[in-house]
């Protein structure tokens, strides 16, 4: 079994930064791929950033890719999604997430295991 918690949501106005860490335990980390997804009230819960284990892979969706930085450190269990130049339409629960392999995915459906998620608002 895997426990991912996440931290690091909030309030912040447009244009400025957050960075969301998601602490795992329970399964050899650096062998999973991780994963973070957002999703707001009635949709669907959509893909934001993956990373394979050793880093090599790496995936965003193209509404994040090049203000968002996924990363992780494996000597701490923990997977961080760095997000600048927020934008209101940014605002979500963001959830991390982990695959029972390394293979990468982005589809939601592959990840075995989910955190509890955080709230982000960017707002004025």
């Known amino acids: 079994q895997v426990q991912l918690v996440e931290s690091g949501g909030g309030l912040v106005q447009p244009g400025n930064s957050l960075r969301l860490s998601c602490a795992a335990s329970?399964?050899?980390?650096?062998?999973?791929?991780m994963g973070w997804f957002r999703q707001t009230p009635g949709k669907e819960r959509d893909f934001v950033a993956g990373?394979?284990?050793?880093?090599?892979?790496?995936g965003y969706a193209t509404s994040v890719k090049g203000r968002f930085t996924i990363s992780r450190d494996n000597a701490k269990n923990t997977v961080y999604l760095q997000m600048n130049s927020l934008k209101p339409e940014d605002t979500a629960v963001y959830y991390c997430?982990?695959?029972?392999?390394?293979?990468?995915?982005?589809?939601?459906?592959?990840?075995?295991?989910w955190g509890q998620g955080t709230q982000v608002t960017v707002s004025e």
């Open positions: 990373i394979t284990g050793s880093g090599g892979t790496i």
């Open positions: 997430a982990a695959r029972n392999s390394n293979f990468y995915s982005h589809n939601s459906f592959d990840y075995n295991y």
């Open positions: 329970g399964r050899t980390f650096g062998n999973s791929l």
